[in-house]
Structures are given as structure tokens and as C-alpha cells.
């Protein structure tokens, strides 16, 4: 008896050792697997922002947010380097913000658009595959984020395998890693919209609602922790809202002002987007009511960037680009990525 209690703990042993180095292998000693999936773009994003010198402007949220900015647009509306942060809700919108904070500076502009509902819609799946070897990504995972990663490992390790083994997912053009420029901005051509003519209202993903409970407390909160981490690092917290189709919108007139008067009061970081400026026409949608096609990702660029420049100079902040070879006229040491803040006196 003692004999077999002895050679059945050696064989679990044994078995942990060995899953165990299976494990490490496939995480380790296997290249790269994901790296032209549309979900890497989020680990490039993460990388860029890490390089990204300051001052500059971070737009943060869901799959909205590529599809509806035009990076090198905003750019020269605003005057400043921008960055996307932000591929699909999957990977939840307290993750996203939590990975900005690695290179948040004196200066920067941070701005979330906030999604209709703001449920944990953390999943490992997405963002397994997104981070991949990119380890550094894994130290902003909450408590609850960790442990749907712990539970969902063994999955991601054999889709690793699989993709490993060319069994792979399918990938259209529009949801490729080569949508994406080499700083994760989406660049990829959207033409006319491809929705159907008539929206089926009875499905939760042709319809936009807007609803003061969907935003928890414990979500309020966290976004005003945010807004303090900003501040303290000199950074501006903003709060925008996403595009969306305005044949799906279902919520009252009288549904969105109450919402957009009780987050005013209850957040700290202001608001600079009115949600029905939010609502766009059919021609300026693409695959997807909160996606945009090229066409409304200039418009929606367009009005962000005048949202955020009405804000920056009521706050007397003015930023403006300049040649980096070029001597500035006030004797200022120009800023290592080109770009300076002038104050108006």
C-alpha cells in the first residue's frame, strides 16, 4: 500500500512536470502566432504609446474607436501625436485604461469614449491572443481579469498549438493585422455601408441604448480614480462617446439627457461630446452600427477634434506643431518629438 501511495504521488508529479513544460513551451519557445490577427493591434498600439514621447493625445475604448478615427487627421486638426488604444470590447474598457497608464506624462490628453453599456466585458480570449508574448501587458490585469485568464489558459494554449499547425481562424480584410499602420492606428479603406436596409431591432447588436443604469457606481468610481491619476501626472483626463448608426438609436430624447446630466454630475473628468451630436447617417457607416466607414471616421475625427480643441482653449491651452529643425521664435528648446505647448499670455 505504501509502495503504490508512493509511485501514485511520483506520477502526479510527474504529470504536473510534464503539463507544466508542455505549458512553458507553447508560451515560451514557440514564435510569435497572432501577430497578423486583428487583435494584435492592440499589443502594437501598447508599444507605440510606450515609445510615443509627450505631450500627445490617447483615444481610448472599444472597436469604435479604430473605426471611427483617422489618426494622421486628428493629428493635424490638433496638432499633437496621436494614439489609438483600443481594438474590440472584449477587452473590456477598465483593462484598456489601466494600459494606458504606461506612459501617461505631463501635458498628454486622455480621452475615453464611453460605450452605451459598460458591463465587464473582459475576455481572456481576446485579449490572450492580443498580448501574446508581450508580457509586460499581463501586469494590468485586475484580480477578476486574472482569474479568467488562469481559467482560460489551457484554451489559449491550444489555440496557440493549432495556429502553430496552420489551423487557424478566418480573417477578412477588414479585421486583419494589416489594417493597421505600424503604430496599431487602423488604416484600412471602409467604402459604403454594408449593414442590411432594414435593421432587425429585436437583436441587441442593431440597436443603441442609452440607460443611466448601465453606468455602476464601482464604474464611476474607477473612471474618477483615473481622472486623478491623470491629474497628478499632469495629464488631462476627457470623456467623448462613440458614433453610431441613428436608425438604431432607441432611447428618448429624454432617455439621453438624463444620462448625460447624471455622469456630468457624478464624474469628475468633463465632458466634452454631446451623445446625440454622436448619431451619424447611414452613409457614414460601415460593417457594424457603432462602425464607421472612411468617410464618417473623417467626420467623427473632425468633430472630435473640434470637441477637444473648444475644451484646451477655454482652458488656455494651446498646442501647436512646428519643424523640428527650425529655431522656435521664443528661444524655447523644441520638445524631442517636434512638438511644444505655447501658453497665450
Known sequence: MKKFICKSILFCFLMVALIGCTAAFITFGLPIQFHNTYQHALSVQYDSLRRMRSPKVVIMGDSAVPFSLNASLMEKKIGMPVQTLGIHSGTGLEYILNLSKANIQKGDIMVVELEPSTEDSFSPGIVLTACENNFSMYRYFSSSDWRKVALYYPSYLIKKLKYCMNIRDGQTPAYNGNSFDRNGNYDYYRGSCTLPRHLS???????????????????LSFLNDYNRYCRERGAT??????PYLNESLQSSAHDIDDLQRSLSQQLDAPIIT????????RRYIYNNIAHCNSAGADAATKQLAREITIYLRKHNQERKPFRQNAAPANGRKPLGNGWQITFPV
Not at 201 to 219: D, H, I, M, P, V
Not at 274 to 281: E, F, L, N, S, T
Open 274 to 281: 454631446k451623445i446625440a451630436d454622436r448619431k451619424y447617417p
Open 201 to 219: 431591432l429585436n437583436k441587441a447588436n442593431e440597436k443603441t441604448t442609452f440607460n443611466r443604469k448601465e453606468y455602476s457606481g464601482q464604474f
Open 237 to 242: 483626463f476627457l470623456i467623448s462617446f462613440p
